[in-house]
């Protein structure tokens, strides 16, 4: 079964610190770029960041650019999200999707979704 699955959600304190993982099974995660979304109440989910096949990464909120670092390991067919300083407006849905390109595009088809895993951020 061909599927995306994420971890490492959970409630933190401002200021905190989590480690997200995408795992993928049933195909070679390493072939694709990977995105990082986020669905915050009552907004539209969006992308936040992306990592290509070869392990360059692309922002696309300039509000994360020092807290969020995105890496991946293709030998285990995962990828993470390291989310630092953690701040009440981090909290969200957050999902990784494998898009149909090894590299990273707003414009690329997404191949596969993961199901999501729940930040909270407060105190």
């Known amino acids: 079964q061909l599927q995306l699955v994420e971890s490492g959600g959970s409630l933190v304190q401002p200021g905190g610190s989590l480690r997200l993982s995408c795992a993928a099974s049933?195909?070679?995660?390493?072939?694709?770029?990977v995105g990082w979304f986020r669905e915050a109440p009552g907004k539209d989910r969006e992308e936040v960041l992306c990592?290509?096949?070869?392990?360059?990464?692309?922002y696309y909120e300039d509000a994360v650019r020092d807290r969020f670092i995105i890496s991946r390991d293709n030998t285990k067919n995962m990828v993470y999200l390291q989310i630092n300083s953690l701040k009440p407006e981090d909290t969200a849905v957050y999902s990784c999707?494998?898009?149909?390109?090894?590299?990273?595009?707003?414009?690329?088809?997404?191949?596969?979704w993961g199901q999501g895993t729940q930040v909270t951020v407060s105190s």
């Open positions: 999707a494998s898009k149909h390109s090894p590299m990273c595009s707003r414009y690329v088809r997404i191949d596969y």
């Open positions: 049933g195909f070679t995660l390493g072939h694709y770029a």
């Open positions: 990592i290509s096949s070869s392990g360059l990464s692309t």
